[in-house]
């Protein structure tokens, strides 16, 4: 597996822009971005709420981030790993070569850190999210509703690709779904998703096997994975059984560059 800044492995992707070019490159880099005044201001005064009322605290709906002046609410217990991804995700995308679309969707979205980061920076017009957890797609919602922009965003909370309507259909899916570790402060429903984690990939599996139906012809599919606990290998052959590509595996690295033990696969359906 290596790492490839070639806009060739974007060839035949309806959604492409030329890696690297600085015409096409999104102007907004997400991970250089700071927060202003007031967020400094709230963040602050959260840590003191929550020091003194913790149980209150962990409930409550806070400014989590502040992309491209859109700013994204969570709550305590949906703080995962995407809000860095929120980030990271605009760099990585124009690192493979995928561009701007119609219709992005945002699988496993908690908040919707991802594709709230994305839609910010103008990678798409209208943004899909959904997550098994209801709680997480009401914030999200919240996040919709204080920028104006409900007309921009649909939530659904459903069990992997379960319940989305039949007529839903995406240019561009991205996600961080669940990986092979617990997470110790939010344990999920039942089976599957027991305990916070992919049990034997079968969300992956089911995912794979069923938003071929959701994409538009050449849709592109990017989801962060761990090299630590995953193999690329594993899920090429899921999105062969599901009748996509696997286009390519792309190492992710840190704002040095170094790589980080992060990958993202990418497909095309």
Known sequence: ????????????LPHEIPAYRIGAYVPERQVDEMYGVGDL???????LRRRLRPERAAAEERVAANYAGLVVFDRREQHWAGLALGRDFPRVLNELGVGRCRRLFEFCAGPGYIGYGLLANGWCETLALSDIDAESIATAMR??????IEHRVTGYACDV????????RWDVVVANPPAFESHPDKPLAEGEWDRGFDTNWNVRRRFYASVKAHMNPGGVVVLSENLRGSDPDVFAQMIRDGGGEARAVHVGTDVQGRANGAYFQLSVW
Request: glycine share 12%; no cysteine; aromatic share 4%.
């Open 41 to 47: 201001a709230r963040l602050i005064g959260r840590k």
């Open 1 to 12: 597996m290596s790492r490839s800044h070639d806009a060739s492995i974007a060839q035949g």
């Open 161 to 168: 690709l379960d319940g989305i309507p039949e007529d839903e």
């Open 143 to 148: 996040t919709a509703r204080y920028n104006g």
